[in-house]
């Protein structure tokens, strides 16, 4: 599995997203937490802000705030992760995508970190 896709961006809190407003959790931060248990992410309807908390992970270890890479309206959430969290651990950028943003503003993604970027961030946080 390619642990850093170069078709997504990355936002600094380790969750990434796609052109089509798909978002999820990288590998990096589901290999840190380790199994996860319990997701929780706002309803279909809500507004998110691009940095601002974006619900919950827990795995066994800890629990951890999600954070939007993206401004907008949440419209869809992942069922299938909310029944079966540990998705994202197994699959993080496919299965285990955790929500869909419609962006209220698509030029934040040039904002967020390209996955040599990301995974340049994160080569000096493991250990």
Avoid: C
Avoid at 34 to 58: D, H, M, N, R, T
Avoid at 75 to 86: C, F, G, L, Q, Y
Avoid at 108 to 114: G, K, V
């Amino acid at each position: 599995m390619d642990n850093f896709p170069e078709d997504l961006k990355y936002h600094k809190e380790h969750m990434w997203v796609r052109s089509d407003g798909t978002v999820g959790i990288s590998y990096f931060a589901q290999d840190q937490l380790g199994e996860v248990v319990f997701l929780e992410v706002p309803e279909a309807g809500s507004e998110v802000e691009a940095g601002g908390e974006f619900g919950e992970i827990e795995s066994r270890k800890s629990v951890s705030d999600l954070y939007a890479p993206v401004s907008g309206t949440v419209k869809e959430v992942n069922s299938e992760v909310e029944d079966e969290p540990e998705l994202i651990n197994e699959d993080p950028y496919g299965k285990g995508w955790v929500a869909i943003i419609e962006m209220s503003d698509a030029g934040e993604l040039e904002s967020l970190l390209s996955a040599a970027e990301y995974k340049e961030l994160v080569s000096g946080e493991e250990g």
